[in-house]
């Protein structure tokens, strides 16, 4: 059978005894509670039996009534329960730390996974695994201790209780009992685990599939697919609705199959002790604690079927969480990675070959150098790899061949964290946290002063746009930046990287989303907060990058020519074509002024 994955789940069960030992003071005394609830349990069925005979002793000439019997009865029936929760009350701080810990260990080890990892998980069923996972660590840390233990210790004080009092019959009977009963659960809940499996994976596609569409929800109303949507999810519905009752259907043999063994066990228990009531070996008490002990061995036993189950699931959940923390990243700090040593911010490409697949190279050998200081222009067309190279200088992703230097350290070799924390970048696309402006400007450097937040926005062009909102700077801005324009979440972005400080810019179409205007503002401020940084730009609109140093254009994962603006447009090729094309459409602006333009004009 696939799904019994022994070594696996022994995997688990020890990766949870440090949780265990962070504690050991309290396990020890939740431990000893559950020994008291345990004895008390058990001597509960022998006073029972005290009474009854007491009651029904005919030689006895006065009948009375056996106080401290039922006193002794009721205290402890009490302490039973008591000591449970008293054992429950003190292990809390253990599983609730105990899912604390794992809860932030899977969180960072999400953070530290590549790019890649998150390009392709699925937020939705990510959540449910990592949910599922954290309680069933709880739930197994809680039952571990309290429900297998103490049930076999019950059985065994159980035992010795009967082999003591009477014969050993009652012992086999017992023994047997117990053994179909957890021999059957075990199997039934093998054979059962397929179902919960699926049911799981049922439960994670409907809330992928939930949360992808409500992220879009943009899109599902441009297109008036809202019923569509409900069709696609319902259909995920139906699927986990199905694979829920073929989860039922098979609760319902393994319950049958085990409350079969309890009614014959019982039965053979109960008639054996009449017997010997009849023939006057044993006394009504003696019946009706055998009786006792049995209902109180089965309740647990009972209970054991589902705990086995559970534990089953929960082993399940967790290793699907702990596949979750083995995922490595492709991207990993070398083994004797160094920290960046910066002595100026030099950028260095050399014969740089990537792809993102196997099957499809992006790159085919770019190799560049952008001296300290100075600033270097990517211009081409959609699709050359502009970005690609950005992403690689951040090394979100390691090249196929080749290096990528800065200040002559190949950065492979670095850590990630010294490397990234000299790069600022501003994204082709800015996505921000659901937060206030404050936080999202302030997220470039944690812990800025008020003053430099300003500033930053200030420098971003974005002083006078936060000034007229009516919460400033503690407007919120929606889910994924939602609620600004484009080029406010644009200037947002470049507010944060200025507040970084980075010795290394990369500029990602920073300004594409911007009007003129505000480009033209923008860029002054960018060239002001470039002067002493390494610069990467890279444009679509030429005219943002004829102050660059050098510029390369991209095309089809080529350089096809590089140089200053001056020598491209003498060269003649693509350049100068795309400095053409780009010309006309700005005259074609000119003399077909839309409003704003035609504001600027006038007020010039
Ligand atoms: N994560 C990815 N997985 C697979 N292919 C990718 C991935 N990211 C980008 N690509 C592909 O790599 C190529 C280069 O992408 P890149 O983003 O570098 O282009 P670009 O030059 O920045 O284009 P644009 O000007 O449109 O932003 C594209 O063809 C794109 O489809
Ligand atoms: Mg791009």
């Not at 199959?257 to 066990?265: E, H, M």
Request: net charge negative; hydrophobic share 45%; charged share 20%.
């Amino acid at each position: 059978m696939p799904e019994t994955d022994w070594s696996g789940d022994w995997k688990v069960i020890k990766s949870l005894v440090p949780y265990l030992l962070e504690f050991p003071a309290r396990v020890f005394v939740a431990l000893s509670f559950l020994v008291l609830a345990k004895v008390a349990n058990v001597i509960v069925p022998y006073v029972l039996k005290l009474i009854v005979d007491g009651l029904s002793d005919p030689t006895a000439a006065l009948l009375s009534l056996p106080l401290a019997l039922l006193i002794a009865y009721g205290l402890l029936r009490f302490s039973t329960t008591f000591f449970g929760e008293l054992r429950d009350a003190i292990f809390s701080r253990v599983a609730e730390r105990g899912m604390r810990r794992i809860g932030l260990k899977v969180f960072s080890h999400l953070h530290s996974l590549d790019v890649n990892f998150h390009l392709s998980r699925k937020t939705g069923g990510l959540s449910r695994d990592i949910e599922r996972g954290t309680s069933g660590i709880a739930f197994l840390l809680r039952f571990m201790l309290f429900n297998i233990l103490p049930t076999f210790l019950e059985l065994a004080l159980i035992c010795a209780i009967l082999l003591y009092n009477f014969s050993a019959w009652y012992v086999v009977i017992t023994l047997v009992a117990v053994v179909s009963y957890i021999g059957f659960s075990v199997l039934v809940t093998e054979w059962r685990l397929r179902f919960v499996r699926e049911m799981n994976q049922m439960d994670n596609k409907s809330n992928t599939r939930a949360i992808d569409s409500l992220l879009n929800y943009e899109t599902v109303k441009y297109f008036g697919n809202e019923e569509y949507e409900s069709q696609l999810y319902d259909e995920q519905l139906e699927n986990w609705e199905e694979a829920r009752l073929a989860n039922r259907y098979s609760l319902f043999a393994l319950n049958s199959g085990q409350a079969v063994i309890i009614a014959l066990s019982m039965t053979a228990m109960m008639i054996l002790a009449a017997q010997e009531v009849v023939n006057g070996d044993m006394t009504v008490g003696d019946l009706v604690m055998v009786n006792a002990y049995m209902i109180q061995l089965f309740v647990p036993l009972n209970f054991l079927g589902f705990v086995y189950r559970e534990i089953k699931n929960s082993l399940a959940n967790i290793e699907q969480m702990f596949r979750l923390l083995d995922t490595e990243g492709s991207v990993a700090d070398a083994d004797h990675a160094g920290e960046l040593q910066l002595t100026g911010g030099e950028v260095e490409f050399r014969d740089v070959h990537f792809g993102y697949r196997s099957d499809r190279e992006i790159l085919h050998g770019v190799s560049f150098r952008i001296p300290a200081g100075s600033k270097l222009a990517i211009v081409g067309p959609s699709g050359s790899g502009k970005s690609t190279i950005g992403r690689l200088l951040f090394r979100f992703y390691d090249t196929w061949q080749g290096q990528v230097l800065v200040d002559g350290q190949d950065i492979s070799q670095l850590t990630q964290a010294s490397l990234r924390a000299q790069i600022g970048v501003v994204p082709q696309d800015t996505v921000l946290f659901n937060d206030s402006i404050r936080y999202n400007i302030a997220y470039g450097k944690t812990g800025a002063s008020e003053e430099e937040i300003r500033q930053a926005a200030r420098m971003a062009n974005l002083g006078h746009f936060i000034e007229q909102l009516p919460d400033g700077y503690d407007t919120l801005v929606g889910e994924r930046g939602l609620k600004l324009s484009g080029g406010e979440k644009q200037r947002i972005a470049i507010a944060r990287t200025l507040l970084k400080k980075p010795a290394i810019m990369i500029f990602d179409e920073a300004t594409s989303s911007l009007d003129s205007t505000a480009e033209r503002a923008i860029l002054g401020a960018l060239q002001k907060a470039a002067e002493n940084h390494t610069t990467l730009a890279i444009a679509h609109r030429l005219s943002t990058v004829v102050d660059a140093d050098q510029i390369l254009v991209l095309d089809g994962g080529d350089i096809v020519e590089r140089g200053s603006h001056r020598e491209l447009l003498q060269a003649g090729g693509l350049y100068a074509e795309l400095w053409q094309n780009q010309q006309q459409e700005q005259q074609l602006q000119e003399t077909l002024p839309h409003s704003d333009e035609a504001g600027l004009t006038t007020s010039s």
